[in-house]
């Protein structure tokens, strides 16, 4: 699927309707500044919003209950050894939300996305067990955060904040969080525009680096 470019994007950031999610139709999306969105019922959404969501890492901050909290409790992190598992858990029906984005081609086509080396989770366990986790996107020294899930207080957290210790060993300097959220806003996040984002991610995109020994 060829997409055109962001600028060509309606008010909300729609600027395209339907095609595949194959891999090579992800990346092409994710290269330029544009990721899905599908909604039940309707052809596959695709968005580049006028503003865009980013975790600088200089910015970043963690708060002292969390602090606290990776001080006190016992867990573990790790990261892909439980992909589908995350991403079927954040696909799961949420108390605060009517609906989940994350639909079965959704699971299919990152499940894929993670087999040929794009997709990557982190996962929190506590007493072996799954507490929590997230997932995304990478590409270079690009790391899309797609969604996040907690089954213990917090868990999410600990997620995010170990995925940022580790970026920033492998070179990378910010996440696309996407849309904001009161969560990532307490972490540091803001808004910029879609112009600073593409900049920022062209940059992004011709680092040398492989931030999880990725294909890239």
């Not at 500044?33 to 019922?41: K, L, Q, S, T």
């Not at 865009?52 to 050894?81: C, G, P, W």
Request: charged fraction near 20%; include cysteine.
């Amino acid at each position: 699927m060829l997409f055109p470019p962001v600028d060509f994007a309606d008010e909300e950031g729609l600027i395209a309707i339907g095609g595949d999610l194959s891999v090579g139709t992800l990346l092409d999306a994710y290269r330029g500044g544009i990721f899905p969105w599908p909604v039940e019922g309707y052809p596959l959404l695709w968005f580049a919003p006028p503003e865009r969501a980013i975790l600088s890492f200089n910015e970043f901050h963690v708060a002292r209950s969390l602090r606290k909290q990776m001080k006190s409790e016992s867990y573990q992190v790790t990261i892909d050894t439980a992909f589908d598992e995350v991403l079927h858990a954040c696909a799961a029906p949420r108390t605060y939300e009517s609906e989940t984005w994350i639909l079965p081609p959704m699971i299919a086509a990152y499940n894929r996305l993670h087999r040929a080396g794009y997709a990557h989770s982190v996962e929190v366990w506590m007493d072996n067990e799954l507490v929590g986790g997230l997932y995304g996107v990478s590409v270079g020294a690009y790391f899309a955060g797609e969604s996040m899930f907690h089954r213990r207080s917090g868990a999410s957290k600990i997620a995010l904040v170990h995925l940022v210790q580790h970026l920033q060993t492998r070179g990378a300097t910010w996440i696309d969080v996407q849309m904001p959220t009161p969560l990532f806003e307490s972490f540091g996040a803001c808004c910029i525009s879609r112009g600073q984002f593409m900049m920022l991610l062209g940059q992004a995109l011709e680092e040398n680096c492989s931030l999880f020994g990725d294909a890239d």
